[in-house]
């Protein structure tokens, strides 16, 4: 079986950011996540398990309105209307960024099936609630299914979505009746939104991987998209699910699975990862490093890449031991 790249590809530009009006106008920090969490990646010295790719072509909008009705794609694009659906300080910067955003995760996944021995990364948020006609809860556009559609038309093949966000993510199920190809793209069932608390969400999440496993061997599904959301985690201040120990025994558990089902297969299984939520007022740097000890644990099991810290020590006070600001 062909040996796995030791670097994760990473679609990363600073044009899929949105700095306009996020540090300080919203709540949620995604739209500026991707350049955050690159910078952490630097500070605590993890890029060289990263190899960036930053020249690809953004979605326009008829890509959009693949899973988007025309009037909800131009009402966002000028600002009209229901722009604002999304609950996120609209700019010209927001809309210029959501084409790359959208796009780095079409392109992650692609780069993914036509190199299934390299682990893609989109460092990308705000996709998993946007419906057919609105944007919800700080998302936009169904990244997720447009990427779907897209490479189902592509290359015939069909996916699956681990979406460990601690929110269920309804873009998927509520875009079927709009876009019925996505039945083929993402069948029913493949949208694994783990619920529970610790033993009772591994478990959960345990299930989704059985079968979907069961769906490769049938060789029904032909990629998978592993999304840690950070907002999982207990201490999250609109999340919850598992503890620092359970939510990191997620990421091992997937890349573990990843090895195995690969060796079942005997190919490397394309493998997407992507960010999604994670909200502290308190310290984002928490929220950045849950999905940076993410990433070095699929580097280090799934990549090979032997080097790499996986131990974090998370200093961050929990939410009830916070002083209130
Ligand atoms: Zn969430």
Redesign the pocket.
């Known amino acids: 079986m062909k040996q796995r790249s030791k670097k994760i590809r990473t679609f990363y530009t600073d044009q899929q950011v949105c700095f306009d009006n996020i540090q300080n106008a919203s709540f949620s920090k995604s739209p500026l996540k991707p350049y955050l969490l690159m910078q952490r990646i630097k500070e605590k010295k993890y890029s060289s398990l990263f190899l960036k790719t930053d020249k690809f072509e953004p979605f326009k909008k008829s890509d959009f309105q693949l899973a988007h009705t025309k009037m909800y794609v131009d009402n966002f694009y000028e600002g009209v209307g229901n722009y604002r659906s999304n609950s996120l300080p609209w700019s010209k910067n927001l809309v210029y960024s959501v084409g790359y955003t959208n796009a780095a995760l079409y392109e992650a996944k692609k780069y993914a099936l036509l190199h299934p021995q390299t682990v893609c990364f989109a460092p990308v948020s705000g996709m998993h609630h946007a419906q057919p006609n609105r944007g919800s809860g700080f998302c936009t556009f169904s990244g997720q299914v447009i990427s779907a559609l897209k490479l189902y038309d592509e290359f015939g093949v069909s996916g699956a979505y681990f979406d460990l966000?601690?929110?269920y993510g309804n873009s998927i199920e509520d875009s079927r009746t709009y876009c019925p190809k996505l039945n083929l793209a993402i069948p029913l069932g493949c949208n694994i939104n783990p619920s529970g608390y610790n033993e009772s969400y591994i478990q959960s999440f345990q299930d989704g991987l059985n079968h979907v496993e069961e769906l490769i061997l049938a060789d029904k599904i032909h990629y998978v998209v592993f999304a840690h959301?950070a907002?999982s985690h207990a201490d999250d201040d609109i999340?919850g699910g598992c503890d620092t120990k359970h939510w990191l025994l997620c990421a091992e558990i997937f890349a573990e699975w990843v090895n195995a089902i690969s060796k079942k297969i005997g190919k490397p299984l394309p493998v997407t990862l992507a960010l999604?939520?994670g909200y502290r007022a308190d310290n984002y740097n928490a929220v950045l490093d849950l999905h940076l000890s993410s990433l070095a644990t699929i580097a280090k099991v799934v990549c090979g890449q032997t080097q790499v810290n996986t131990t974090f020590v998370f200093q961050h006070p929990p939410k009830n031991q916070r002083v209130a600001s």
């Open positions: 966000d601690g929110h959301g907002d999340g999604f939520g």
